[in-house]
């Protein structure tokens, strides 16, 4: 019987890589699983009945998310233009309005995704409606776009950006902007195409990918042992 002889290069190389591999495995698992929560939250809240901005206020932060709300007021003429939003093969911006309601707060409003073919932001943006009713959800003000770059936003509105969070947006519109961004009902007033989802990547996706992470360490396991084994 041939004896288990793998040599101290290729132990090294599956000590170093075997972790490595699981590591990611179990990283994108977890991923799958926090990403499953969200869109279980998503689908459950956001069926439960509207409620008003006096609901909001009583109300648990976790339990707001993805809670449907109805908010009375006019929006402002601070707009973020968010960049590289594309659509149906087609670039566009997706576009972020602030609203202040008859209680004094305010809110970031993901109005939507509009095309740059034609993009007028006098015509198109600009509402100047007062004492309008909306509707739409609830959503963290997480981070929105994605920028690989430090980014400096300039003072002029509307600023065009390739992401927006939270920090930015305080600096930019004070410290009361409201925590959560409300994503626009489409029959709302000033709705454009709604494009936003819970979540990016669908959780069956990171399963998947945990999948092939998984199947790379038992590919490396199985070599090792035939490399080991082999007469030559």
Not at 128 to 157: A, C, H, M
Not at 175 to 185: E, F, K, P, Y
Not at 202 to 229: D, E, M, N, T
């Amino acid at each position: 019987m041939s004896k288990f002889r793998p040599g101290k290069p290729m132990t090294i190389f599956v000590m170093f890589f075997f972790p490595i591999l699981i590591f990611l495995g179990s990283w994108q698992v977890s991923r799958g699983i926090d990403k499953t929560d969200i869109v279980e939250k998503h689908y459950m809240n956001k069926s439960l009945p509207v409620i008003n901005e006096k609901e909001m206020s009583v109300m648990n932060e976790d339990n707001l998310k993805y809670r449907t709300v109805n908010l009375y007021g006019e929006f402002g003429q601070e707009s973020y233009l968010l960049d590289n939003r594309l659509y149906r093969q087609e670039a566009g911006y997706e576009v972020f309005t602030t609203f202040e309601t008859s209680e004094n707060s305010v809110f970031l409003i993901n109005r939507g995704w509009i095309s740059k073919e034609g993009f007028n932001y006098d015509e198109d943006i600009l509402l100047k409606e007062k004492g309008i009713s909306i509707q739409g959800l609830l959503s963290p003000f997480t981070r929105f776009g994605l920028n690989l770059v430090d980014e400096s936003y300039v003072d002029t509105w509307p600023k065009l950006v390739q992401q927006i969070d939270y920090e930015a947006a305080k600096k930019d519109l004070g410290s009361n902007i409201n925590n959560s961004v409300i994503q626009l009902s489409a029959g709302s007033s000033g709705a454009l195409e709604p494009i936003w989802k819970p979540v990016d990547l669908k959780p069956s996706r990171h399963y998947g990918y945990a999948l092939q992470w998984f199947g790379l360490a038992i590919v490396l396991i199985c070599s090792f042992f035939y490399y080991g084994f082999k007469k030559d």
